[in-house]
Nanobody
Framework: QVQLVESGGELVQAGGSLRLSCAAS????????MGWFRQAPGKEREFVAAISWSGGNTYYADSVKGRFTISRDNAKNTDLQMNNLKPEDTAVYYCAGTLSVAGTGVLLHTEYDYWGQGTQVTVSS
């Protein structure tokens, strides 16, 4: 069982940057992709970004494209660099891993098998 722990969330002003990290309890070699999702109060969980196990393929929500970058530095850590943050980026951010998904299925939170507990990101205007 892979356990995921997110860190890096905090209060930041609009236009600022944050780097979220997701540490796995063991090598996530069994996960074909890792993703970041977010959920704001009263809203559904939404896709933010995903990366294939090899790192060769990345996917982004239109709302964050050009501002956020997902990366994997080894088989255990997946990071999300967030630049030019906006108040609408305020949410709890979750890291997730999926054992089997094809193509754009990585955009669907229902396709993920492992989830972290989340880290709060608050962007003030």
């Amino acid at each position: 069982q892979v356990q995921l722990v997110e860190s890096g969330g905090e209060l930041v002003q609009a236009g600022g940057s944050l780097r979220l990290s997701c540490a796995a309890s063991e090598r996530t070699f069994s996960c074909v992709a890792m993703g970041w999702f977010r959920q704001a109060p009263g809203k559904e969980r939404e896709f933010v970004a995903a990366i294939s196990w090899s790192g060769g393929n990345t996917y982004y929500a239109d709302s964050v494209k050009g501002r956020f970058t997902i990366s994997r530095d080894n088989a255990k850590n997946t990071d999300l660099q967030m630049n030019n943050l906006k108040p609408e980026d305020t949410a709890v951010y979750y890291c997730a891993g999926t054992l089997s998904v094809a193509g754009t299925g990585v955009l669907l939170h229902t396709e993920y098998d492992y989830w972290g507990q989340g880290t709060q990101v608050t962007v003030s205007s």
